[in-house]
């Protein structure tokens, strides 16, 4: 069974200063990886994936994540965050292999960007 | 443009009173599933179909229905609701699993 751990339930962070998301899993098998955003009063948006091949992968909105299979993380990042990045952030994982989509979800880290 | 649309945004309603909250996706995915998002337990699968006429439980299906008689729809039925029902509701639909998922934009639904 899989099962995704964000380290920090909150994130304050001034703007225009980097920030890290940090998101570890564990899997017996092969996983994607996912990075949603959760703006207020919004449904989730996915920020980027990991599938396989390189293990750095770019995503919306200026983030990026790189996929430590060794650590079994995949980290979220930024290196200049703005007012409007304010917003839950949950990192997900499914099964690589056959059609699963069920996605094993994190709790969420919520980012608040302060001027 | 493609979205997955739900409706209501929003439902306050009395405890017992059946109610569907309605799903529907314009982009022809086989899966459609349902969350609930509640403070400090995160998004929690209640039911989800791989194709038409093909449905089962996920983690927290106690207290709901679903059906996928099309492709397009998939409605969440609450028979009976009861107060612990009170939640944020998501839908969200996948052409594959490489793909992730597009949400719905919500229904907040509370139980008195």
């Known amino acids: 069974a899989q099962s995704v751990t964000q380290l920090d339930s909150q994130v304050p962070v001034f703007e225009e200063a980097p920030v890290e998301l940090r998101c570890n899993y564990s899997?017996?098998?092969?996983?994607?990886l996912f990075w949603y955003v959760q703006y207020p009063n919004q449904g989730l948006q996915l920020l980027l994936k990991y599938l396989s091949g390189s293990t750095l992968v770019k995503g919306i909105n200026g983030f990026e994540a790189e996929f430590n299979k060794s650590q079994t993380s995949f980290h979220l990042r930024k290196p200049s965050v703005h007012i409007s990045d304010t917003a839950e952030y949950f990192c997900a994982v499914s099964e690589a292999a056959g059609n699963n989509r069920k996605l094993i979800w994190g709790l969420g880290t919520s980012l608040a960007v302060n001027p | 443009e493609a979205q997955v649309t739900q409706n209501p945004r929003y439902l306050i309603t009395v405890t017992g009173k059946k109610l569907t909250v309605t799903c529907s996706q314009n982009?022809?995915?086989?899966?459609m599933s349902w969350y609930r998002q509640d403070p400090g337990l995160g998004l929690r699968q209640i039911y989800y179909?791989?194709?038409?006429?093909?449905?089962d439980k996920g983690d927290v299906p106690e207290g709901y229905k679903v059906s996928r008689k099309e492709k397009r729809n998939f409605p969440l039925i609450l028979e009976s609701p009861s107060p612990n029902q009170t939640s944020l509701y998501f839908c969200a639909s996948s052409l594959l699993a490489n793909y992730g998922y597009t949400f719905g934009s919500g229904t907040r639904l509370t139980v008195v």
């Open positions: 982009m022809n995915h086989e899966y």
């Open positions: 899997s017996s098998v092969s996983v994607y």
């Open positions: 179909s791989m194709n038409v006429e093909v449905t």
